[in-house]
C-alpha cells in the first residue's frame, strides 16, 4: 500500500463558486500487484499482468481516471525500464530521438491490465469528493523495477542480460543450469 500526500493550490481560491471547503491535500491510497516475465538469455522483460485498486476519492469519471492511472503506471515503467539517456564524449545528448531513445509503446502495456477504485473514499472538503489518479501509479513501477533485478535505473534488457551473464560467470553452477534449462 502506498501512501501519497498531495498538496496543491486551493480549488477554492481560484473558484470561490465551487462546492468545496479546501483542496489544498488528500491522501491518496494506492495497491498494486504485478506479474513479470524475464527472458533469461535476452534479457528481455514483459508485464504479464498488473492489477492496480487506486483511491480516487468520488471519481468524476472513471473512464479517464482510468486512463490516467494506466498512463502513469506506464510512464513510469518506460523511466525505470526502458528510456535510458546517453550522451557522447563530449558531452551532447546522444539518445535525442525516436531512432535512438526507447519510449514505453503498446507492446509494454501488461497484457492484462485491471484497475479498480477503492469504494466509500470520497474525500470530504475538495471538489466533489475526487483525487488525483496519475501521479501514484507512475511511482508504484517501483516495485515492478525492483522485482526484476537489483540494477541501477533503467533496468533496459541490456542491463539485465549483462548482469545474468555475469552472474552466470561468477556462479559455481553450469551455465545451462544457471539460466533455467535442464541437462540432458
Given at each position: 500500500m502506498v501512501t501519497i500526500r498531495q498538496a496543491s493550490e486551493s480549488t477554492r481560491d481560484r473558484n470561490p463558486n465551487l462546492p468545496c471547503r479546501d483542496s489544498r491535500s488528500a491522501v491518496l491510497h494506492t495497491s498494486p500487484g504485478f506479474r513479470n516475465q524475464i527472458d533469461?538469455?535476452?534479457?528481455q522483460h514483459r508485464l504479464l499482468r498488473t492489477d492496480i485498486l487506486e483511491d480516487v476519492g468520488e471519481s468524476i469519471s472513471t473512464m479517464v481516471?482510468?486512463?490516467?492511472?494506466k498512463g502513469g503506471f506506464v510512464r513510469g515503467a518506460g523511466l525505470l525500464t526502458l528510456e535510458e539517456l546517453l550522451w557522447d564524449g563530449e558531452g551532447r545528448l546522444a539518445t535525442n530521438g525516436a531512432s535512438t531513445y526507447k519510449l514505453p509503446s503498446w507492446p509494454e502495456m501488461p497484457e492484462a491490465f485491471r484497475v479498480n477504485f477503492l469504494k466509500g473514499a470520497a474525500e470530504s472538503g475538495v471538489a466533489f469528493g475526487s483525487k488525483a489518479a496519475g501521479e501514484s501509479p507512475l511511482m508504484l513501477v517501483i516495485s515492478v523495477r525492483e522485482a526484476?533485478?537489483?540494477?541501477?535505473?533503467?533496468?533496459?534488457?541490456?542491463r539485465i542480460f549483462f548482469a545474468l551473464r555475469k552472474a552466470r560467470a561468477t556462479s559455481s553452477a553450469p551455465a545451462a543450469v544457471s539460466a533455467g534449462v535442464g541437462q540432458s
Amino acid at each position: 500500500m502506498v501512501t501519497i500526500r498531495q498538496a496543491s493550490e486551493s480549488t477554492r481560491d481560484r473558484n470561490p463558486n465551487l462546492p468545496c471547503r479546501d483542496s489544498r491535500s488528500a491522501v491518496l491510497h494506492t495497491s498494486p500487484g504485478f506479474r513479470n516475465q524475464i527472458d533469461v538469455f535476452t534479457g528481455q522483460h514483459r508485464l504479464l499482468r498488473t492489477d492496480i485498486l487506486e483511491d480516487v476519492g468520488e471519481s468524476i469519471s472513471t473512464m479517464v481516471d482510468r486512463g490516467q492511472i494506466k498512463g502513469g503506471f506506464v510512464r513510469g515503467a518506460g523511466l525505470l525500464t526502458l528510456e535510458e539517456l546517453l550522451w557522447d564524449g563530449e558531452g551532447r545528448l546522444a539518445t535525442n530521438g525516436a531512432s535512438t531513445y526507447k519510449l514505453p509503446s503498446w507492446p509494454e502495456m501488461p497484457e492484462a491490465f485491471r484497475v479498480n477504485f477503492l469504494k466509500g473514499a470520497a474525500e470530504s472538503g475538495v471538489a466533489f469528493g475526487s483525487k488525483a489518479a496519475g501521479e501514484s501509479p507512475l511511482m508504484l513501477v517501483i516495485s515492478v523495477r525492483e522485482a526484476i533485478l537489483e540494477l541501477d535505473s533503467p533496468c533496459t534488457p541490456e542491463r539485465i542480460f549483462f548482469a545474468l551473464r555475469k552472474a552466470r560467470a561468477t556462479s559455481s553452477a553450469p551455465a545451462a543450469v544457471s539460466a533455467g534449462v535442464g541437462q540432458s
